[in-house]
């Protein structure tokens, strides 16, 4: 029943709009510096042992780690924004997080990727919903319509640890929880909102209030209503990620940086840099598998193999949907997942936008208009 709530109040949140922030657009400026890139080493963080170097931590977060679960993300008052940011970009590859959502109505835990011209992949929890999570994508920064959002089943994400995974190429992009793919979007060449998100992204992990009494009705009821500060912590706990650089998915070797050749935006015109040298993308890629090896807790891997689509059309509409995922999860259960489709007539706002209302500290920026 709880799925079905949210998914129509997606629908009510239409009426809120986003602006999402970037300190350098390359897409309108020439003389933005070049992203960073992970490079050719995978980067594991496991944040039991502590704070890592890897991420920087927004201005006014204060986090504390714990043995068991991980960076602990609190939230006391309607203003806190606990935030911390990759100052290294990937460009297309693969980011697995380990993450238990924050409990409460009008508290969102989420996971995003963002690049500097503002593509945007996002993984986002609602702590008045213990059924399941929400997906999303932007291309540019457009948020002239809200209809790429979908939700999918997971089991009890406020009290279970789960691995939640942006598996990301030049073609394909897939959502996938513990293993299994939940929602998979393909590269259609199109341009404006419903285009494909194609450009180095940075890391992105938080939490924070939608559910502030002074926010838009659309967005609190999407949230799950007023946040009862009555009720505080309201914790989520973020315990491991492992992260992968694609490179630009071409072959190179390593890299140092990522150069924008032309305003675009477009993946096949950003050079990989190494060092001093640069190459520029070929054009080609190689699709994603559907098979996915996922680690379990105990060390084995548990191999889930799904048939998924999930497709959108020149005007960001999804026009089909299918999964079905056989083998097991991470947690040892057989299960089938469901990728809903988002509803051309609303949507939920974007994660990345909506942190920087809720105080100075969040470096993802959200302006109510």
């Known amino acids: ?16 709009t986003a602006q999402t922030f970037t300190e350098c657009d390359p897409t309108k400026r020439d003389d933005c510096p070049n992203p960073k890139a992970v490079g050719s080493k995978p980067v594991d963080v496991d944040f039991r042992k502590g704070a890592n170097s890897f991420f920087k931590v927004a201005d006014g977060t204060s986090l504390k780690y714990d043995t068991s679960l991980g960076a602990v993300f609190s939230i006391n008052k309607e203003t806190d924004a606990p935030t911390i940011s990759s100052e290294k970009y990937i460009f297309f590859g693969q980011v697995d997080v380990t993450v238990r959502a924050a409990r409460g109505k009008g508290i ?45 089943a997971v089991a009890d994400p406020i009290n279970q640890f789960h691995t939640y995974t942006i598996k990301w190429g ?25 285009g494909y998100p194609q450009s180095p992204m940075q890391i992105k992990l938080g939490t924070w209030v939608a559910g502030r009494a002074d926010a838009p009705p659309g967005t609190i009821e999407w949230a799950g209503g ?33 150069h924008y050749t032309d305003r675009t935006g477009k993946w096949e015109s950003i050079k990989v840099v190494n060092g001093g040298n640069e190459s520029k993308p070929s054009g080609t890629s190689t699709k994603s598998s559907s098979t996915t090896a996922k680690p379990t807790s105990s060390g084995a891997t548990t191999m889930t193999t799904v ?28 299960e089938t997942g469901s990728a809903e489709p988002s509803v051309s007539t609303g949507a939920a706002p974007t994660m990345a936008g909506n942190m920087a209302a809720m105080g100075a500290a969040a470096l993802l920026g959200y302006l109510v208009l």
């Open 1 to 16: 029943m709880l799925s079905k709530i949210f998914t129509t109040v997606a629908v009510v949140a239409s009426l809120v």
């Open 307 to 334: 048939s998924s689509s999930h497709t959108a059309s020149s005007n960001g509409t999804i026009t089909s949907t299918s999964l079905t995922p056989t083998g097991t999860t991470g947690n040892g259960n057989s």
């Open 226 to 258: 007023v946040a009862d500060f009555g009720d505080i912590p309201f914790d989520g706990y973020y315990q491991s990620l492992r992260i992968v650089d694609g490179m630009g998915a071409q072959g190179a070797t390593e890299a140092t940086a990522y």
């Open 170 to 194: 030049p073609k394909q992009l897939q959502w996938i929880i513990d293993g299994a793919v939940v929602r998979t979007l393909e590269n259609t060449g199109i341009d404006g909102c419903a």
């Open 108 to 152: 969102v835990t989420s996971f995003v990727l963002q690049s500097d011209d503002l593509d945007e992949i996002d993984w986002e929890w609602l702590g008045a919903d213990n059924a399941q999570v929400q997906t999303n994508f932007f291309s540019k920064g457009c948020t002239d319509t809200y209809d790429r959002g979908g939700f999918s």
